[in-house]
């Protein structure tokens, strides 16, 4: 069974870091775009991030201000979202998502182009 398994979530205070990380189980995503996305308490699933592939081209949410670096270890099979200088809005569930569809900056903000999803991580940003 194909899985994608988040971790690195937790408590931070305002202007803090996290780095969450994404390791599929079950094969590879090294073929793969992958993305960051999240959910807070009462507000649809938004994107915060992905790279593609082939290239590598990261694209990221307008509202990330340059707070959020995507990135891939191919030789781990494992995406990494670095966040810097959080913030309370950040607070929500991460999800990480993979996709074999080709993307352009358009499609790879959009949930529904990504058929595998992990379970979610929790990142709370207290003031």
């Known amino acids: 069974q194909v899985q994608l398994v988040e971790s690195g979530g937790g408590l931070v205070q305002a202007g803090g870091s996290l780095r969450l990380s994404c390791a599929p189980s079950?094969?590879?995503?090294?073929?793969?775009?992958m993305g960051w996305f999240r959910q807070a308490p009462g507000k649809e699933r938004e994107f915060v991030a992905a790279?593609?592939?082939?290239?590598?081209?990261?694209y990221y949410v307008d509202s990330g201000n340059g707070r959020f670096t995507i990135s891939r270890d191919t030789a781990k099979n494992t995406v990494y979202l670095q966040m810097n200088s959080l913030n309370p809005e950040d607070t929500a569930v991460y999800y990480c998502?993979?996709?074999?569809?080709?993307?352009?900056?358009?499609?790879?903000?959009?949930?529904?182009?990504?058929?595998?999803w992990g379970q979610g991580t929790q990142v709370t940003v207290s003031s």
């Open positions: 079950g094969r590879s995503f090294s073929s793969y775009t």
């Open positions: 790279i593609s592939w082939p290239g590598g081209r990261t």
């Open positions: 998502a993979a996709t074999g569809a080709p993307v352009n900056s358009r499609v790879v903000r959009i949930i529904r182009t990504y058929g595998y």
